[in-house]
């Protein structure tokens, strides 16, 4: 049942999608609200809620170079869309800005960074899906994408959708659910895969590929940046509902408590905020948030 309701949400999103003219966003800067810490939260006593306040710091796993949801800016530090949900999230456990550790998290290296212990929670464009929850917990979702193709200015291939990239070559990123998906259901394109998406869109500039493959906003992140060389091709394939990345736990008490904080930020305006200061700059229309589902059971309410 609930996946119909992701469909409806990523189906009002991806309708939304409209290119807005260059944000003028090169240096990674965001117009994010000021983010401001709770004081002294109280938490059960052993819950990771509790490590986490009582460190007064954390290290996030986001991406470094999509424009819109996760790019460094010229100091290094991220800016985006997860980015600012994030913070928010750090914010409720009395974390600010200063102490958030961020680290790189590339599509392939999410599940095995959580099972580390190298990062306390991921916020990196990250799909949930069954194959990923068994290995981590996910909360959310709190954004539904969907797979959409980014083409050179003027698709001189005619690509109109994923049937039409037999023996084309196609970039995407290892450890992705695009390139994923392209291995499996579309095995006749000739699948490139980088380790980041910023390789598949030199690639493509450069001619080396003939297109690339990922969800819709990361690849608007990157028409907004190279106008006059890429476009999208516009025609969503998949949903892609973002979740947030947590160590595996018996008793989902931190994955819950992320949950009931999503919740919050969508009720008190927090999340619209965040979205228009970021993706808003390719998205007119801010969708309504996707319902959170589940710890045990992601995707599902
Ligand atoms: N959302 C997809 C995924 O989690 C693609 C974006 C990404 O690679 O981060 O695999």
Do not use: H
Request: with cysteine; glycine share 10%.
């Amino acid at each position: 049942m609930m996946r119909t309701r992701v469909a409806l949400v990523a189906g009002a999103a991806a309708a939304a999608l409209v290119l807005a003219a260059c944000g003028g966003d090169e240096d990674g800067e965001t117009a994010a609200p000021d983010v401001t810490a709770e004081e002294s939260p109280e938490f059960e006593a052993g819950t990771t809620m509790a490590e986490l306040a009582e460190a007064g710091q954390m290290t996030i796993g986001t991406k470094f170079d999509q424009p819109l949801f996760g790019l460094a800016d010229l100091e290094g530090v991220p800016q985006g869309f997860d980015v600012e949900i994030a913070k928010l999230i750090a914010a409720q456990l009395g974390i600010t800005e200063d102490n958030i550790e961020w680290v790189e998290t590339v599509s392939a290296n999410r599940e095995p960074f959580l099972e580390q212990g190298r990062v306390d929670m991921v916020v990196a464009t990250y799909t949930i899906n069954e194959e990923r929850d068994k290995v981590v917990d996910f909360a959310g979702p709190y954004y539904v994408a969907g797979q959409d193709i980014l083409v050179p200015a003027g698709n001189p291939d005619g690509v109109e959708g994923p049937e039409d990239l037999a023996g084309l070559r196609v970039c995407s990123v290892s450890g992705s659910t695009p390139a994923e998906n392209i291995r499996t259901n579309y095995a006749e394109a000739n699948l490139v895969e980088f380790d980041a998406y910023t390789d598949c869109l030199e690639a493509l500039l450069n001619g080396q590929v003939d297109n690339m493959t990922t969800d819709n906003v990361i690849l608007s992140g990157y028409v907004s940046e190279n106008p006059d060389e890429v476009e999208l091709v516009g025609n969503p394939f998949t949903e892609e509902p973002y979740g947030i990345g947590v160590p595996e736990s018996e008793d989902k008490v931190f994955c819950e408590w992320v949950n009931d904080t999503l919740n919050e930020l969508y009720e008190d305006g927090s999340w619209a905020e965040a979205f228009e200061a970021t993706v808003g700059e390719v998205i007119e229309e801010t969708p309504e948030p996707p319902a959170t589902g589940s710890c045990e059971t992601p995707g599902a309410a």
